[in-house]
């Protein structure tokens, strides 16, 4: 139940950062439904490479005090938008800023909600 969950409320921040016009149509959902998709795909990279990627550029992590993590959910956030047809990121700097603000909405709705996940 927690992975759908999270899940959904994945594929909700991204489609919600698609419609934020601060991207300028930097990050774009062409059919709704590839949100699921990226959700989806967002949740099983969460799940299984995030902390693996994290273990191996743990000291340059920890010389940017956390900040190059912020990087790699950007890396992570671009490669989507290359794989997924119907999900299109333009650039490197639009996948940044998408990757935090689907971060932001996903803390939100956590803190709203108060899911323990």
Do not use: E, Q
Not at 78 to 83: A, I, R, S
Not at 97 to 104: D, W
Request: net charge positive; hydrophobic share 60%; proline share 3%.
């Amino acid at each position: 139940m927690r992975i759908i969950a999270h899940w959904l409320i994945l594929s909700v921040a991204v489609w919600l950062t698609t419609r934020i016009k601060i991207l300028n149509g930097g990050v774009s959902v062409d059919p709704v439904y590839v949100a699921l998709i990226v959700g989806a795909c967002l949740t099983l990279f969460n799940m299984f490479l995030k902390p693996i990627i994290h273990i191996l550029t743990l000291p340059i992590n920890i010389l940017t005090l956390g900040l190059f993590s912020v990087v790699i959910n950007g890396f992570i956030f671009w490669y989507l938008g290359t794989v997924i047809k119907g999900f299109t990121v333009t650039s490197f700097w639009a996948a940044l800023v998408g990757s935090v603000l689907v971060s932001l909405i996903n803390w939100l709705v956590y803190k709203v909600l108060r899911f323990d996940l």
